[in-house]
């Protein structure tokens, strides 16, 4: 083959060594079926990198040209998918979402960062809502596996935000792809959780919740409470669990608190309270309202002087009692919320404007489209007895490869790498500090 190494000698290689290979199945000296020579076959004959073998054996997985199968290698695809147009899933956890979403801060604009990704590669997006299957009678798969049967078109899936009950949906759709090499390429995307084996890009939760700590500790803050979604939800977990690390580093006595209702606190010189919404039964802002009027009412050397409203509802919820109260913000309370949303009915409600985490939605989306479009992180799938060490599955791509990735997608944002199976990007989020958080008031002695 040295006529052929000379005609891939030059750049950009991997696409030389690409073109050659998609030659021979042209040629019909790889048919259909057909075993696809493995990574180190590519390297042996080729003499080319494994990074560009690698690279090479994505595009043409990608492309349709190849299937891969998990512990047995790389197959010529069925010539009807073979060269097939790229057809992305951006599926939303819920239908409410789908119905309403031009306007929905969160999804609109991961929306757009996905779309544009995938349009810049030259393939389609189509907008997708779980089918409403899921129980005991639709067997393995349950929604998930209607929704393939429905769209059979698909050849990429972005799973946006999903909720803990899809869990075992997200589960049986990386084995489908692990043991058949059937079904989408699949992200998920503000969401993770260590025993769904799929690869994932996420805002650092965790991160902000200790940013938040420290913020309102640096102002003076020892009686500080937070809100937050249910703890079996991904993001609610990592934001409640870093707030908490980082005020108990601080020397500050953490208490969670059930269904948002703390016991007596005494007069401690630092305690903080953890909220975290009920599974069902009540809405975000009912809680969050009846939560911090239980607070706010203890004795004003007792009740906190910052809350960390983590969500959009809760700060609604937090304002509600504010005012109902007649306290004032951020002289009697600091208040710290998550994401910035801009529009005129919610700009309305602040006075002072808030301090809240801004998460980058945009690019989080643009993220999760290149992360498929250039094939980082599949193929690297736990399961009960290992990972998979055969050389007919590409390894977790080099540091150079991870670092070339995270330039492309992620523009130079620091952005931490998690190299574990499955593999994941998690994207800064940015504090906002506007007027309403302040300095501690002080405490007033009992009369």
């Not at 389609?124 to 009678?137: A, F, K």
């Not at 309102?216 to 020892?222: F, I």
């Not at 500080?224 to 707030?243: C, H, M, Q, V, Y």
Request: charged fraction near 25%; aromatic fraction near 6%.
């Amino acid at each position: 083959m040295a006529g052929g190494w000379k005609r891939i000698k030059e750049e950009p290689v991997h696409r030389r060594l690409h073109d050659e290979l998609l030659a021979r199945i042209n040629r019909g000296e790889l048919r259909p079926g057909d075993r696809f020579p493995s990574e180190n076959e590519i390297i042996a004959t080729y003499g080319v990198s494994s990074t560009t073998a690698r690279r090479a054996l994505y595009d043409l997985t990608r492309e349709g040209f190849l299937i891969r199968v998990r512990g047995k290698g790389s197959f010529v695809a069925d010539q009807r998918q073979q060269g097939k147009r790229l057809m992305v899933g951006v599926l939303f956890p819920t239908r409410a979402v789908n119905d309403r979403l031009l306007d929905d801060y969160y999804f609109g604009r991961v929306l757009q960062g996905v779309h544009g990704a995938i349009q810049q590669a030259g393939g389609n997006t189509v907008l997708l809502t779980l089918p409403d299957v899921d129980g005991p009678e639709t067997g393995e798969g349950g929604s998930y596996a209607r929704l393939l049967a429905d769209h059979p078109e698909l050849t990429h899936l972005v799973v946006l935000a999903p909720f803990a009950p899809q869990k075992p949906g997200l589960i049986w759709l990386a084995r489908q792809r692990e043991e058949t090499g059937q079904g989408p390429l699949t992200v998920v995307a503000g969401a993770r959780w260590e025993d769904v084996p799929l690869p994932w890009v996420d805002t650092d939760n965790a991160g902000s919740g200790r940013e938040v700590a420290r913020h309102l500790v640096g102002l003076g803050h020892r009686r500080i409470a937070g809100l937050f979604g249910p703890e079996k939800e991904a993001n609610s977990r990592d934001r409640a669990s870093g707030f908490g690390q980082e005020l108990a580093a601080c020397g500050i006595q953490v208490k969670r608190v059930e269904s948002g209702v703390p016991g007596t606190t005494g007069r401690a010189s630092g305690r903080a309270w953890i909220a975290c919404q009920p599974d069902a039964g009540v809405w975000p802002d009912n809680f969050a309202e009846e939560t911090a009027k239980y607070w706010l009412t203890l004795p004003p050397g007792e009740r906190p002087t910052a809350i960390f409203a983590a969500g959009q509802s809760f700060v609604i919820g937090v304002l509600r009692a504010v005012r109902q109260l007649g306290l004032r913000i951020p002289a009697d309370l600091s208040l710290v919320g998550f994401d910035d949303a801009i529009s005129p009915h919610w700009l309305e409600l602040f006075d002072p404007p808030l301090t809240t985490v801004r998460q980058p939605l945009v690019t989080l989306g643009r993220a999760a489209g290149l992360v498929l479009g250039l094939g980082i992180g599949f193929d690297q799938v736990r399961d009960e007895g290992g990972f998979a060490a055969d050389s007919d599955v590409p390894d977790v791509p080099d540091v150079a490869d991870v670092a070339d990735v995270a330039r492309v997608i992620f523009e130079g944002m620091a952005v931490e790498v998690r190299r574990q199976r499955p593999m994941g990007w998690l994207l800064p989020n940015e504090l906002i500090v506007r007027g309403s958080t302040g300095p501690a008031p002080p405490v007033r002695p009992r009369r």
